[in-house]
């Protein structure tokens, strides 16, 4: 409790990076554009005895993802990580009548431990069951298992008296890989990259708190190895540095603002460990310094960043990938994945601050950051719908640009406790999958959520890269 009243005062006091939502879209793509829906399942490569894939459907498609939230309901238990079924069959000559959830591949209404019947084109049903402990298949949990995607326990189905369509929730941990051959002869900004909002903010470790939930600091409920297991190819990093600490290494904290999370050197690990044993790219961005780097007038203090950097250098170093042997000119689209490929180089490192990038020519430039500074999910929409259209600029430095699909409060919305990280989430993450399949798909390249089990932007930038790589 402690630790959650430390982090709301620490919010309000700069109120930047959580996320705020006043109500709810409605979830329906637009109609002008065309929507994604059987591609997905040939991109995928079958993982299982009997050689079928992990999606498929004739048109339109079905998908599970997580619900942020908590719900609590008198008389009942609180139901944790309860699980959505979504469906699109917009543009389909018909809609399945039910839509279920099973335990593996479905075949039968008869296997369904939890079905509905359907009616309208598009939607989501969020049901009674929950995803459960958190566990990664294919030999993932802890360390590297079996290469391409595989199944966690629940199933989609829908159908009419058989199934017509049917998906799962899924690790992705050698997307990369398993594409090579169709999205080598992209360049980095071509790519359309799933992104974690925060991703350091997952789960307090510190003196006084271990919280793995909180209303208003943590933005995911997954580790860092978890979020690239499950598909997560970029990793925003909020960095804070407290000299107060006698070894060099534990003054570097994963920061929400103010509020220190996790300690840096154990994740930067975990990145090493999954590079070490895949052949995935990651885009790896020190986005924002909030504590220690800076002094009073806001002058980079060179020995937290030289440090920081040296750290870096210790644990990421054979994979970091130096932009003075891989940058392009300004406006461009950065190096092909296959160039990062042969070199062995897969760690694209951007630094927010370009002052220490000029003093350090392997560093990567400024990322754009696409951010809508509002609480208002309707005008997020707006603005990302403009802005990624707008990007890339012409003179970028950096090939890439992230979307940050996540609203922002006021200082009023963090000291009243209106909402939550997770409310938040549940309201926008629908709305950005409807998008990326449908007005953002041209030109996305970095989409960033909070909890992103909540959409199902994984799958889809695998899909869109692969589309991408198909028209070259």
Known sequence: MAASLVAVLALAATALGATIVLSL??????????????????????????????????????????????????????????????????????????????????TSWSEAVWYHSISEPEGFILTDLSLGAETLPGGWLSGPGTRGPHCLWPWVGAGDDQIQAYNCLKIQPTWMEDNAEKISSLRIGELAIPGAHNAGAWRFNTEISNLARDSFVLCQDRSIWAQLVHGIRYLDFRIGYYDFYQNEDDRYW?????????????????????????????????????????????????HAHAGFLDIVKRELGPHLAFASDFATPAGTRGPTVQSLLDADKRLVFSYVDNSIVNQNNWLWPVLPHLWANTNSPTQLFQYLDQAITAHPQPNARSPLYSAMAQTTPTILDIVFLRGSLRENADAVNRNVTARLATRWRQHANIVSTDFFLGDDVIDLSIALSVERGSRL
């Not at 994963?254 to 044993?277: A, G, M, Q, S, Y």
Request: hydrophobic content about 35%; proline content about 9%.
């Open 254 to 302: 994963l920061n929400h603002n103010l509020v220190r999370v996790r300690p840096i050197v154990p994740l930067l690990r975990e990145i090493r460990i999954f590079l070490d044993t895949t052949k995935e790219v990651v885009f790896l961005d020190a986005h924002h310094f909030p504590m220690g780097f800076y002094d009073q007038k806001g002058s980079p203090l060179q």
């Open 25 to 106: 879209l409605p979830y329906r793509a637009p109609s002008t554009d065309s929507v994604l829906t059987s591609r997905i399942h040939r991109t995928l490569d079958p993982v299982s005895s009997r050689n079928e894939p992990l999606e498929f459907s004739n048109c339109g498609r079905v998908w599970v993802t997580v619900h942020s939230p908590e719900i609590k309901e008198a008389g009942h238990p609180t139901l944790v990580d309860a699980l959505e079924v979504n469906w699109d069959f917009a543009g389909c000559s018909s809609v399945p009548q039910n839509i279920g959830i099973f335990q593996s591949r479905p």
